[in-house]
């Protein structure tokens, strides 16, 4: 008999009870190095902290586990993550296509950093699967893609990529921060590689900064962790349990936020200063299909446009009293931001720039009826 519903793979994978005294609950190795009896005579498998440590051990299982892959490994930052994939995986020459509005950060890190090693990114519209298709080349080593995207929940159709990218030889990366493994399993649909930043839903409580990597592979995955060690961004001790412990209730949280989430798209749905809302549970956004197919529920992340322009969105912004001002997404609290000022300001001026009256909600797991009168009070002329 295997036990592997997601909740119990949220709180059993990689977490046995611990050997020497019992502890239910993982603990918190919090050391740099290990006694060794004789020189090489490791007692449990660890020499060294950045190398491994048993509670990121316990959580990169988990993840692995929680993603349907063969290795999890888990980094101080969500960026990290992705610098220590990419410099594992790409050389000068690769080319890599990019989402037409992946986060901020990750194009920060093609366009200012990557770029200057010798790697060509061009960002493709990828909801229209034909379009990535057409742009693919002999060269192109990686296909990054978000779904649903940050900012403007975009969908990807994650099976047709990973076709796509297969027959030139490239890898599929999925970034899966938005959705969490609970909603949706990039690997199960032919990615290749899937990142987090654990800093959002998984961890869940807006108390850590984290990422992860999960491969299917495993050849991929030693070489991602001797780049893990080689390079050093690697999650410590205290992060990776908090991360951990957030990750057990990731199913119960991700329920409520979606349901919450429900209830606020219908309000502002109806709202006469609320020009469009894009979320993918709603029937005629153009991913609804899609998303319908390869997600379990549409997800926390819930974005609208005011007609007001960007005035009336930087208005609403500094008027929620419930939605906390800020930005990050996937705690507990409902947060509120202006992707143009805040998250994707370092979009401006290229080809994913975000529209100025656009507003990104994370909606928290409070209760219901106070997001949405927040919201409405916040809305009024
Ligand atoms: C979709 C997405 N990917 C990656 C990142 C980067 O993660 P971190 O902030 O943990 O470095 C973020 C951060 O907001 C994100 O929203």
Redesign the pocket.
């Known amino acids: 008999m295997t036990f592997d519903g997601f909740e119990t793979l949220a709180i059993h994978a990689g977490q046995e009870a611990d050997g020497a005294t019992g502890a239910v609950v993982v603990p918190i190795y919090q050391t740099s190095t290990y006694a060794q009896d004789g020189v090489g005579g490791l007692r449990g498998g660890y020499e060294y902290s950045r190398t491994a440590n048993p509670t990121r051990t316990a959580l990169e299982e988990c993840l692995a586990a929680l993603e349907g892959g063969v290795r999890g490994l888990a980094f101080a930052?969500?960026?990290?993550a992705?610098d220590t994939l990419l410099r594992t995986v790409l050389g000068p020459g690769d080319h890599v296509i990019i989402p037409g509005d992946a986060?901020g950060?990750?194009f920060r890190l093609f366009a200012k950093v990557l770029e200057r090693w010798g790697v060509t990114w061009e960002a493709v519209p990828q909801s229209d699967a034909d379009a990535v298709r057409r742009a693919v080349r002999p060269e192109t080593a990686l296909v990054w893609t978000?779904t649903p995207t940050?900012p403007l929940l975009n969908i990807t159709d994650i099976e047709a990529l990973a076709e796509i990218a297969h027959d030139v030889g490239a890898l599929l990366v999925v970034?899966n921060?938005?959705a969490s493994p609970y909603l949706q399993r990039p690997l199960s649909l032919g990615a290749d590689v899937v990142v987090h930043?654990t800093?959002?839903y998984l961890g869940g409580h807006s108390d850590v900064?984290?990422?992860a990597l999960v491969v299917a592979d495993p050849e991929l995955g030693q070489r991602l962790a001797f780049h893990q060690n080689t390079m050093g961004a690697v999650a410590g001790p205290f992060d990776a349990w908090l991360t951990l412990r957030g990750a057990k209730t990731l199913g119960v949280r991700m329920d409520r936020h979606c349901a919450n989430a429900e209830r606020v798209v219908e309000e502002l749905a109806g709202h006469p200063a609320v020009a469009s809302v894009l979320y993918p549970g709603l029937a005629d956004h153009p991913g609804h299909k899609t998303a319908e197919r390869q997600m379990r529920a549409f997800g926390g992340m819930v974005s609208f446009r005011l007609r007001g322009g960007e005035e009336a969105a930087l208005r609403v912004c500094e008027r929620t009293r419930v939605f906390t001002l800020g930005e990050?997404?996937g705690g507990v609290e409902s947060l509120i931001e202006h992707p143009g000022r805040m998250?994707h300001a370092s979009t401006a001026g290229s080809p994913l720039e975000v529209p100025a009256d656009l507003v990104r909600l994370s909606v928290g797991i409070e209760s219901a009826d106070d997001l949405v009168a927040d919201l409405r009070a916040a809305l009024e002329d």
């Open positions: 930052s969500g960026m990290a992705e986060y950060g990750t978000e940050n970034d921060t938005f930043s800093t959002k900064v984290g990422g990050s997404l998250t």
